[in-house]
């Protein structure tokens, strides 16, 4: 079968590999129909994760048809449509039961790597590096999917897939963001970062009752997007000074909740930033955590930072001081996608979530490197891309 490939640090290519087969009673094999290129692929790409090997394939948001089931799945049929959690979790274990699925303890047969890194692991991932448990990932034709008996959500019939395919992941990790905010009538909510999480967080603040929520980015064409369609105020941080405008806009207190999309690889200005770039790149910290220190500093006494972005291992220059002495409550966690699956599932069908104004580029899986390309580089208007196996190229 055909997949997109890491090839490398900077380098994707689409090979043919062997087809997936069912190892286990409990797995299935998924023929992908709709397939995305995820921020957190960036990272792995960008040669930011460890555990990357030549020829690993990528993607850990995909859906498509059931082609294959292993003798103990008997809550699927050959042929349903299913959309699949980036998270792979067994259902039964001690975290599953208190429905932290991201943690499932019996997913990641490669805990003793991420043990070394984290101190404990977590579950295991598609396509996210040998620290998760290198499963081949779904930018491909097929993939097997472990624990099928758990984890893919059916589509209901008509459902098109552009609006099933990012309970996947960036659907539920955006409303989590939201989510962990507590939010209360009147709160404004800061949110660093318009790529497609971020927009899926600013969206679910206003749908969980935030009064104002304020779009930070450096991409005039996503903080219009951010603007027109969920109606937030926004800043571009490459023309205002973010700490000094959200004081402004919030009558000096700050946000009530600040949430960072952004991650381990931000971008920003002054001598702070220039000492990120130098520390990760003399392999001194692995993280870059400027929209992080940005976030907990403009966040109201009292309020609460929500870390949706990505980080690897350890920063630098974390400002423990302003956290302690004004109260402040760090939530963050990779999400348990299973638990939000369905009910954001029926926000969809009631029409109060239309999750597909995120995506600007559909292409076939042929073209995933040219996908990467203008994703990652921020070219002709890229939001998101979803890759089609078996589309075929436009002329
Ligand atoms: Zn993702
Ligand atoms: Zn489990």
Not at 157 to 167: R, V
Not at 295 to 319: E, Q
Request: hydrophobic share 40%.
């Amino acid at each position: 079968m055909k997949a997109t490939c890491f090839m490398g640090r900077n380098t994707v290519e689409v090979q043919e590999v062997p087809d997936p087969r069912i190892l286990n009673a409990r797995d299935a094999i998924v023929k992908i129909t709709s397939t995305a290129i995820c921020g957190s692929d960036l990272h792995l790409v960008d040669g930011y994760v460890p555990t990357m090997m030549h020829g690993d394939v990528l993607g850990h948001e995909f859906m498509g048809e059931v082609v294959e089931l292993g003798s103990q799945v008997d809550n699927l049929k050959i042929g349903d449509r299913v959309v699949v959690p980036f998270c792979i979790a067994c259902g039964v274990c001690t975290a599953c039961q208190k429905e932290l699925y991201s943690l499932c303890e019996n997913s990641n047969p490669n805990a003793w790597m991420a043990e070394k890194l984290w101190g404990h692991a977590g579950a295991g991932a598609f396509g996210y590096s040998h620290l998760t448990g290198g499963y081949a990932g779904g930018q491909a034709e097929y993939a097997r999917v472990p624990f099928a008996d758990f984890g893919p959500l059916k589509v209901p019939d008509g459902m098109p897939d552009e609006q099933a395919l990012f309970l996947s992941d960036i659907l539920p990790t955006g409303y989590m963001g939201a989510d962990l905010c507590d939010i209360e009538p009147g709160d404004v909510i800061a949110v660093w970062g318009c790529g497609p999480v971020g927009q899926f967080a600013i969206a679910s603040a206003f749908l969980l009752g935030a009064e104002r929520v304020i779009a930070i980015d450096r991409f005039p064409y996503r903080l219009q997007m951010a603007r027109e369609h969920s109606g937030a105020e926004t800043i571009n941080y490459e023309e205002t000074n973010v700490p000094d405008a959200l004081r402004e806009m919030t009558a000096g207190r700050g946000p009530d909740a600040c949430i960072d999309a952004v991650g381990m690889e931000a971008h920003g200005h002054g001598p702070m930033y220039a000492y990120d770039r130098v520390m990760q790149a003399s392999r001194m910290e692995t993280d870059r955590p400027i929209a992080l220190r940005e976030a907990i500093m403009a966040c109201r006494n009292g309020g609460t930072v929500s870390v949706l972005g990505v980080y690897g291992g350890f920063i630098d220059k974390f400002p423990m001081g302003s956290v302690m002495n004004r109260a402040l409550t760090i939530r963050t966690g990779q999400t348990p996608v299973q638990r939000y699956m369905r009910p954001l599932l029926e926000r969809i069908q009631n029409g109060e979530i239309d999750p597909t104004f995120i995506i600007t580029h559909t292409l076939p899986l042929e073209q995933a490197p040219h996908g990467y390309d203008i994703f990652k580089h921020k070219l002709d208007g890229c939001e998101k891309v979803v890759l089609k196996p078996g589309m075929t190229p436009a002329a």
